[in-house]
């Protein structure tokens, strides 16, 4: 049953009053799995720059709306074999990083660091995660410390998978124009300029519950949207939506209750809808979050028990080509760093990137244009459900095509997983405007410096992900 509504707060009580029959459901199904979950707050030392939008020459938060959270479900079969899922509320993660945390994960637990994945839930009010800039390892080993608390709670556990849809809060955000062109959805138009979005939104809300001795003790949420309602105008850290939804979840659910949020593909897909405009508000991520609150609590009461003792962990290195800075590209970027060398760099902006930044990056591309890079694509396996971890922003489309090849119908795809490499574009979105080489000809995504790898590079990844699932089930 799907409920629909403008009105997700009043729907809370609904769901608060219905959840019991999938506890007597859960332990009717018998498990040899072990699971354990658990939160940690990593929220870090105010002041510390901030990630996910471009903000001149000033990056420091100014304070903290809300913490911000790692959280880690471990799974552990009655072989030892054990795997782990992190998510922290950040923007992205380097690889280097992420090697950092699976080296402290492993060095105070039995997980081998092969079987961890981790990924971003993509706030842009979050902080840099780089190892060179200021107390990274210090706040994100407190982050990979949840993962070191959830091995300490291994517990027999039924695990279900439920699912349900939300199509209102998310949209894709290029934009198709009657002047051939491609526009992004943050820019402001007259009417009748926009024809229809380019591409597709996934809607679909899938959740893996845990539940132990007969009580829910939380629940894994995947779903594709960018955390963007809070952007160059926020100086506060907060979780931005995710923060809300999990709000909304443990009102039901009780305080005890852990949701973990697992961003999907959503590179092309943002909260923001061009008909009504940008409220980068603090209210707008309660009514989004709240909203996917009330389709993750829809999902949960139609879950279904999984039971499988099966544990596997898959992964590729994938072999993907930087992007080619062309010779007209190369000169324009020398010709706007010149200018920036007498002016300086832009001011903040509230969101996409000023050209000076993008010549800045073409420079640095140029440089590295013939190197070929090795992306980890990883699969795990817990159960008769499945966790696909991609390296970036992948563009929907490539979340929906996994989901509808994967020979497990229980598959959960998720971007900016293990690393981060900027975005990867489906190759026709490549061809949607017209031909040029200044930036944001064919759109945000598919400009040199946010796109980093070859055209195809995606479809690439895709692709290793989907031989990888066929290959573990």
Request: charged share 20%; aromatic share 8%.
């Amino acid at each position: 049953m799907f409920i629909r509504t403008k009105h997700p707060l009043a729907l809370l009580l609904f769901f608060a009053m219905g959840f019991s029959h999938n506890i007597v459901n859960a332990q009717q199904v018998k498990s040899t799995l072990l699971i354990g979950i658990a939160e940690v707050n990593y929220t870090p030392t105010v002041g510390l720059d901030m990630a996910g939008n471009y903000r001149g020459n000033d990056y420091a938060s100014r304070g903290v709306h809300d913490s911000l959270y790692a959280k880690a479900l471990v799974a552990a079969n009655q072989k030892g074999e054990k795997v782990a899922l992190l998510t922290v509320d950040i923007c992205f993660i380097p690889k280097e990083t992420i090697e950092m945390m699976r080296a402290y994960i492993a060095g105070k637990t039995t997980i081998k660091a092969a079987n961890i994945m981790i990924m971003a839930t993509h706030t842009h009010s979050g902080p840099v995660a780089d190892l060179n800039a200021p107390k990274v390892k210090e706040f994100l080993a407190k982050a990979a410390s949840a993962v070191v608390a959830a091995d300490k709670s291994l517990q027999p556990s039924v695990l279900s998978v439920g699912r349900s849809a939300e199509n209102r809060i998310s949209h894709n955000r290029r934009l198709k124009c009657i002047d051939g062109t491609t526009h992004m959805c943050w820019e402001k138009f007259t009417p009748g300029f926009v024809i229809e979005p380019w591409g597709p939104i996934d809607p679909e809300v899938i959740t893996l519950s845990v539940a132990q001795n007969g009580k829910q003790k939380g629940a894994i949420v995947n779903f594709a949207c960018h955390a963007t309602t809070l952007t160059g105008n926020n100086w506060l850290y907060t979780a931005d939506y995710p923060g809300y939804m999990a709000e909304a979840i443990k009102k039901v659910k009780g305080n005890g209750f852990m949701p973990l949020f697992f961003n999907g593909c959503c590179g092309n897909v943002t909260q923001v809808d061009y008909k009504v405009g940008f409220p980068d508000t603090y209210q707008e991520c309660q009514r989004i979050g709240y909203m996917l609150g009330v389709a993750a609590l829809q999902a949960i009461s139609n879950e279904k028990p999984v039971s499988s003792d099966i544990l596997k962990v898959s992964k590729e290195m994938v072999p993907v080509k930087h992007l080619s800075i062309t010779n007209d590209q190369f000169n324009w970027a020398q010709a706007v760093m010149k200018k920036v060398e007498k002016e300086g760099m832009p001011p903040a902006q509230a969101d996409g990137i000023p050209d000076a930044q993008y010549a800045k990056d073409w420079l640095a591309m140029r440089r590295t244009q013939n190197e070929v890079d090795s992306l980890e694509v990883m699969v795990v396996r817990i159960g008769d459900a499945a966790f696909v971890g991609l390296p970036g922003e992948m563009f929907t489309e490539f979340g929906m095509d996994i989901k509808a090849q994967s020979p497990c119908k229980n598959t959960m795809v998720m971007g900016l997983t293990n690393d981060e490499r900027g975005y990867f574009p489906t190759k026709v979105s490549f061809t949607q405007g017209p031909k040029g080489f200044t930036p944001m000809i064919t759109g945000y995504e598919t400009t040199p410096g946010t796109t980093k790898y070859e055209i195809g590079s995606g479809e690439m990844l895709a692709a290793s992900a989907i031989k990888q699932l066929k290959a573990l089930f």
